[in-house]
């Protein structure tokens, strides 16, 4: 691919502003923020009271929809955008509609009346009006601006440079490092629709494509940005997504060596796809490399249409199927966490543990452990209602975040792919990720508060 200045300009313009909107700490109000968090914050304040209303008509469309394609699919299918939104198996369908039907009960009941279980202040009321009001905003923000990063060759050329680390590291084939960074940087059921696309065309075996899905489906900037916020400690950005950065290698180095991820299988779904794992003969090293597949990457951008297309197609896939998800979870969570015992007994058992690395509030804690595994978001909403220290919501602020194999969104979407993983399998490698991330991020958090 021939390399032009107005290539070179399209890709770095976009990509350096990407880096500095989403990964650049600044300084703001007198405190640490990113500039996309104070767009988002500017516009909440301007639109005032609509929000809950947006928040409704949002959930209340998602509902309609995804129920009118279970009925009529094939009308979907000359409708692209509309399939990608709004397409879902049942089970996930049945869950946007009781996330309407919650958000229609909160909006309209009495908070302390008969329907307090599900619109109480500490239940419905919180996730509505303190979590999706934000949410409603910084999805659409970062959904539109998520291309600066995803769509003029950052990954190409960030995923080049690293091909020859990812093999002995992580026993994954070189290609693998643009679904890597792609999850990391962009979104991780984004990574993990490439791992499936990568498996299924033959390019990954089973075990590479169930390794990548499970170890680099990192959380995206933007929920990582939510969930600091939830617990109000946004001013320590930095030095909580460098942490969830160390804990994500961690994880990718150790986890593929454990059962069940070393017992997968190096068999393909398409034979005579596999790809070589070394640098081109044609180029002299892996940054001309990048820049040839940036470059490529650049050339083929369809231009201002193609970046709002894809920009409303990310914020489309987030409001109409994560905030009815977290409408739904949130509240079933939040309302078994303050009506009954469960997740402090299932947090028992990392009561020693978490003794042992001197964690703070180690009950508080303890309890939204195996919540995780359901939804991200619910391990910080649980420990924000509580008196827990700093320290403590830090640390439970980082595992929500690293363990990654949420049932709500990227583990319900491998779950439903081709890929070679069971549901116990995932919470297996959900333990696994919970306990390595525990053991990085405790003397971490110590230093730094």
Known sequence: MKTTFKNRLLFFIPSLTGIALFMIPVKWDGGWTIAVKILADAIALAAGGILPALCLAILTVSAAVSILYLVRPSWFDKRPLLKSTFSASPIWV?????????????????????????????????ILYDLLCTLVIIFAIAGLLLPLLLDFGLLEFVGALLTKWMRPLFKIPGRAAVDCITSWIGDGTLGVMLTCSQYEQGYYSAREAAVIATTFSAVSITFSLVVLNQVGLIEYFGAYYLIICIICVCCAIICPRLWPLCRKKDTYLVEGKKMPETVPAEYKNTVQYGMALAMKRVSEHKGIG??????CRNS????????????????VALAVANYTPVFEWLGIPFRPLLSVLQVPDVNEAASTMIVGFVDMFTPSILIAGTDACSITKFIVAVISVTQVLYLSEVGGLILSSKLPLNLPELFIIFLERTIISLVVVCPAAHLLF
């Open 94 to 126: 049945a869950i946007r509609v009781a996330g309407a039907v919650f958000c229609w009960i909160t909006f309209t009941a009495d908070p302390e009346g008969p329907l307090e279980i599900i619109a109480g202040a500490d239940q419905g009321t919180f």
């Open 316 to 331: 489309a896939q987030m409001w109409f199927g994560v905030l009815p998800t977290v409408m739904c979870i949130g509240t």
């Open 306 to 311: 193609e970046f709002i297309s894809n920009g």
